[in-house]
């Protein structure tokens, strides 16, 4: 039987999920302000999202958390970047400060699972970051940032493109978003400078590289040290794309600038030969970049470290949170000898951690909180899930507490996300 209680929660959690299709930032002048636009990748349809109450000013770069899949949106403040986080509920925009002193004007922004939001900066500031629960920047590596990507949102590596005015120092290398630190052995010079640049696979190499005359240049391991042509097949305008991105599926989108400002997507499936294929019309202003669109496949993900006797007392789940699957359940192991374990589920995972009398700190702050009984040495919640379309790509956050003399140690935090 389903719990009420969760089903209430997940029906909520429908109302307040974010615009699933690609999300485009856009200039536009007189007054200089930013709207965000999106795309339906599969019948190019486009439409305005409503206006937020920041809009006026100019946007640099947009992304999504991994984790909500709220819009994260860096803006032009003076002579530093804000990031706003965009929640969207109904047909209205919640948007918060994320980061309000970004030193310099950020190029790209980029979130990871773990916690960091990185920025690259033209201005010379190099790669920025911050943890997703801390108050203090972060940097690493030279200036001069023109890009950035990370494989997968868990990645812990940070691809970077350099564009230093100098001609010799156009390079590309790895940033660890862990010890902040370039990764010794990860630069590869480049003989031109680049706008855009995506990991098409991190072993072996493949990297795609976009360049200001509209061209494109492909590094691979197996081809050598320098990027080759890639051969397009259609023109994209003398300006060429502002803007590149990887979807999780493995597709790229270019996002066309100048007289050209379409998205297309990029087919690599033909050997030799890149398949161009436009997948919108028009778009108005200036396009500055594009936020890939959310996927509906169930997802599993967890951000944030345990806090207890072991650093290894993680949430566990049976599989994922398909639609149908009667059987879904999350799992952790006693980790104090107390026979209960308090299981805190909420809509968002917060951006402020709970401190706790023990030390720990709770990320996911509940809006439901439920007891476990541990049996055997590991306490169970059974989730099943209503076959109903309209909880497709809901999400809930979970985090386990177990009672200890201090009290409670805390788990890490697990972002169930509910598709196909």
């Given amino acids: 039987m389903w719990h009420n209680a969760v089903t209430c929660l997940l029906l909520t959690a429908v109302a307040a999920q974010g615009p699933d299709d690609a999300v485009i930032a856009i200039r536009l002048e007189q007054p200089v302000r930013t709207e965000l636009w999106t795309v339906d990748v599969v019948t190019g349809v486009t439409a305005p999202l409503p206006p937020f109450p920041s809009a006026s000013h100019a946007p640099l770069a947009i992304t999504r958390d991994p984790i909500d899949h709220a819009i994260l949106l860096a803006q032009s403040h003076g002579p530093t970047t804000r990031i706003l986080r965009l929640r969207y509920h109904g047909r209205t925009f919640v948007d918060e400060v994320a980061v309000a002193d970004l030193p310099g004007r950020a190029s790209q922004l980029v979130a990871a699972s773990l916690g960091f939001a990185a920025t690259c900066d033209l201005s010379g500031g190099g790669t920025i970051g911050r943890d997703r629960f801390a108050s203090a920047n972060w940097s690493a590596g030279p200036a001069w940032m023109a890009a950035a990507h990370l494989t997968t949102p868990d990645a812990t590596r940070l691809r970077v493109l350099r564009n230093h005015p100098r001609g010799d120092q156009y390079a590309t ?54 990027p080759q042509p890639v051969n ?43 398949v161009v294929v436009v997948l919108s019309a028009a778009l108005p202003g200036f396009p500055v970049d594009v936020a890939p669109a959310v996927q509906d496949l169930a997802a599993v993900r967890s951000f944030a470290s345990p806090c207890s006797l072991s650093p290894d007392w993680r949430i566990q789940s049976n599989g994922l949170p398909v639609l149908g699957n009667a059987a879904f359940t999350v799992r952790i192991a006693d980790a104090t ?49 209503p076959q109903r379309t309209e909880l497709l790509g809901a999400a809930v956050f979970v985090q386990a507490l177990q009672p200890t003399p201090l009290p409670f140690l805390v788990s890490d935090a697990l972002s169930l996300r509910l598709g196909r």
């Fill in 173 to 226: 290398f790895q940033v660890d978003l862990v010890g902040r630190t370039i990764v010794a052995g990860s630069e590869l010079v480049l003989p031109r400078d680049g706008n855009g640049i995506v990991e098409l696979a991190a072993q072996p190499l493949d990297l795609l590289l976009s360049h200001p005359d509209g061209t494109f240049s492909r590094l691979e391991a197996a081809t050598g040290p320098l």
């Fill in 337 to 385: 000898g107390h026979p209960l374990v308090f299981w805190s589920f909420a809509l968002s995972p917060g951006t402020v951690a709970l401190a706790l009398p023990s030390g720990c700190a709770a990320v996911v702050q509940p809006s439901l909180l439920e007891i476990g009984v541990v049996d055997r040495g590991f306490a169970d919640w059974l989730l099943p899930i």
């Fill in 232 to 274: 397009l097949s259609m023109w994209i305008g003398r300006d060429g794309v502002n803007a590149i991105a990887r979807q999780s599926d493995g597709r790229v989108f270019g996002l066309g600038t100048g007289s050209f400002p379409l998205l297309y997507e990029l087919d690599f499936a033909t050997p030799g030969r890149v």
